[in-house]
């Protein structure tokens, strides 16, 4: 069973602070990792998506992978009251495969 | 600017009922998904579109079926509704069945069944 792991939350941090959300993975053969944004009552918005080792930037969010190790985090910078929400990692489940296995999120608390 | 489209936004069955959902999207694509989510459990893959024409099982297919109706349209149906698919219902698309291809959700259709 492929698996990817999150920790539930809640993480709350103050705003103007940097957010550090983390998500692990099973499979050493996945090569695709989304992150997702889910408010409340409300669908998952992809937010970044990495593909290869290192950083990627976009704004106030940066994904960092590590498929060495098998890790895949989201920093928010200047976290702002709006960014409390659920963040959903997702990673294709194997090699070639296009299905996405989802972990359970972490929920975000920005604290004015 | 509707992206993926699901009707209903919400409903109640009862046990044993049937029901279908549908799911639309204009952007042109050719990839098409149904998902449930439950609380604690994140969202599960119930069945896929890769292209119009084909449809496959994903983690949790039993009690459901799919149409793939046309290129636009993907719905998801429930023939004897049991209270443990009370769920919300996502479905998303995407532009191809690629490994980097990002998917995108529509709103949801919440389901709940006494």
């Known amino acids: 069973q492929k698996e990817v792991e999150q920790n539930s939350g809640p993480l709350s941090v103050p705003e103007g602070a940097i957010a550090s959300l983390n998500c692990t993975y099973s499979d050493r053969g996945s090569q695709s990792f989304f992150w997702y944004r889910q408010y409340s009552g409300k669908s998952p918005e992809l937010i970044m998506s990495?593909?290869?080792?290192g950083d990627k930037e976009d704004g106030r969010f940066t994904a960092q992978l590590n498929k060495a190790s098998q890790y895949v985090s989201l920093l928010i910078r200047d976290s702002q009251p709006s960014d409390s929400a659920t963040y959903l990692c997702a990673v294709n489940a194997g090699a070639g495969s296009y299905q996405l296995t989802f972990g359970k999120g972490t929920k975000l608390s920005v604290i004015p | 600017n509707a992206g993926v489209t699901q009707t209903p936004k919400f409903q109640v069955l009862k046990t044993g009922q049937s029901m279908t959902l549908q799911c639309a999207q204009d952007?042109?694509?050719?990839?098409m998904y149904w998902y449930r989510q439950d609380p604690g459990m994140g969202l599960r893959l119930i069945y896929y579109s890769a292209s119009e024409g084909t449809t496959d099982k994903g983690e949790v297919p039993n009690g459901y079926n799919v149409s793939r109706l046309n290129k636009r349209e993907f719905s998801l149906r429930l023939e004897s509704a049991a209270p443990s698919q009370t769920s919300v219902y996502f479905c998303?698309?995407?532009?191809?069945?690629?490994?980097?291809?990002?998917?995108?959700f529509g709103d949801g259709t919440r389901l709940s069944i006494l």
């Open positions: 998303a698309s995407s532009e191809f069945a690629g490994v980097n291809q990002p998917q995108h």
């Open positions: 952007m042109n694509h050719n990839s």
């Open positions: 990495i593909y290869s080792n």
